[in-house]
Every structure is written in C-alpha cells, then in structure tokens.
C-alpha cells in the first residue's frame, strides 16, 4: 500500500480535525493510505471508521505518543 501524503492535524480546531480526515480519506484511492498526525490517540477515530467502514480501511500505528501519533490509514479494494 503506498503513503500519499502526511495529514498533520495538530493545529486544526478539534471539531474540524474528523471532517478533514474523512475528506481525505474519501479522496483515496484504493490501495492507497495517507499518515495522519495527532497530539492524542486516535482511538476514537478508528472505532468511527470501523463502524462507516468496516473491511474497507487499514490503520497501523508508526508512532504512538507520548506527544505525537502517527497512523497510516488505508482504502483497502474491498
């Protein structure tokens, strides 16, 4: 799966951070995965992807805190 681009989020004002998200994730393409930047966990960002789309997104975590998280979020061809 290849990384199109970094999507830092840190300075975005919190109840704009998911629209952005899911806006770039919508612009995927399949097989391709973008790395989301964040001063928290995540987690439950991951529990609204699961239950919006379920079998059709990856998610791995390449840094996990204390102070920034990195997760590269998939489009699966699912």
């Known amino acids: ?3 199109n681009r970094e999507l830092d989020v840190r300075e975005l004002i919190p109840r704009e951070r998911h629209t ?3 806006e770039t994730y919508s612009a995927l393409e ?6 989301l930047v964040n001063d928290h966990d995540p987690k439950p960002l991951y529990y609204q992807f699961q ?3 379920t079998g059709e997104f990856s998610w ?3 840094e996990e805190g204390p102070e920034v998280w990195r ?3 998939g489009r699966t061809s699912a």
């Open 20 to 22: 952005q998200i899911f």
């Open 60 to 62: 791995e975590y390449l």
């Open 71 to 73: 997760v590269r979020i």
């Open 30 to 35: 399949p097989e391709t995965a973008f790395v």
């Open 1 to 3: 799966m290849s990384q």
């Open 51 to 53: 239950a919006e789309h």
